[in-house]
């Protein structure tokens, strides 16, 4: 899902070549991680967080959570409110 992020704000700027060009080299010394592995995070998530009224910011964010729970990752960034109600997420917010 990340990827996808990264790719449409490439797409969206004043030089997608240029944009998507540094995203290539960005990603290039990274693991992508499959979502297929949070498949289970991420249902049990959406339904508690929607049960318990929690509005959900970005469909997107639910499943870059759910991939860091599910991996047991840490998730970096600069909207750690997006991920605040999650069960057993771990945050850091470099951008504060």
């Known amino acids: 899902m990340t990827v996808l992020e990264l790719r449409y704000g490439a797409e969206n700027g004043n030089n997608p070549r240029k944009h ?4 290539d080299a960005f ?3 990274l693991t992508i991680v499959p979502v297929s592995k949070a498949v289970d995070v991420y249902a049990r998530e959406k339904v508690r967080l929607r049960r ?3 509005p959900l910011h970005d469909e997107f964010d639910l499943v ?3 991939s860091a729970i599910a991996g047991g990752l840490i998730v970096v ?3 750690a409110r ?3 109600n999650f069960e ?3 945050i850091e917010s470099w951008g504060e």
Do not use: E
Request: proline share 0%.
């Open 88 to 90: 057993n997420i771990r």
């Open 82 to 84: 997006h991920f605040k």
């Open 77 to 79: 960034t600069d909207n």
């Open 27 to 29: 990603l290039s010394g």
């Open 64 to 66: 870059i959570g759910a």
């Open 20 to 23: 998507h060009q540094a995203v």
């Open 52 to 54: 318990a009224g929690v």
